[in-house]
């Protein structure tokens, strides 16, 4: 099924050149994103990243379009866990004495991935200035690490997670016309990860995309 996906993602955006104008683009926004699952996973909170990355859009009929992005794209969902450890010190008299640690650590899980979302990308209004996207995503990992946080220990974890993760995506946004031959184009866009991520626990990921694209003719 992965291989699939990948070709199809791959074939869309090669058939819609070959038949029309194209569009292209440069992006950047923010990243909101989180881990949905059971146990560790459901723990995880809401984590801000970012993404840069290009675009191509070619129009299918007036108000229908394609587009394709492919972006480098930082998930970084967070939780904080509290813990208490006891540590034996010499106390007076050179006794031992007992002392209870308490505190709270930080966990985030830094994502990094080339992201290639395929949309089709519906105008609407008279004037066609506002529009809807949805379609499908596939994201393959470029780094992985998770870092752990407490008091001034600082810990890194690497290889704990799968390095494919693909989903759907639906957005909404706002074309802004600056010339004959340019648009920005500011969109909202969620991302629903639909694969299992990690090697021990199931998660799975989902983040909120704040895109602001700049749109040419060549």
Known sequence: MKKALFLFMLTLPLLAIAQNKVKFGINAGAVLSDVRGESYAADFNYGMGYLFGVSMETRLSERLSFIANINYERKNPT???????????????GMAQEI???GTAK????????????????YIGTNKDYFVTTGLFAAFMADERVKVKHG???ANYHNNYHTLDYGVNL????????SDTQNLNMELRDNFGL????HDF???TNSINLIAN???DL
Do not use: C, H, R
């Open 171 to 178: 957005g909404i946004g706002k074309k802004i016309k600056l």
């Open 195 to 198: 694969s299992t991520i990690a």
């Open 202 to 204: 199931k998660a799975k």
């Open 214 to 216: 700049w749109q040419f």
């Open 100 to 102: 209870m640690i308490d």
């Open 107 to 122: 966990i985030t899980t830094i994502l990094d991935y080339i992201s290639i979302p395929v949309n089709l990308k519906y």
């Open 79 to 93: 939780k904080k866990e509290d813990y208490s450890y006891m540590i034996i010190v010499a106390g007076q008299n």
């Open 152 to 154: 001034t220990y600082l």
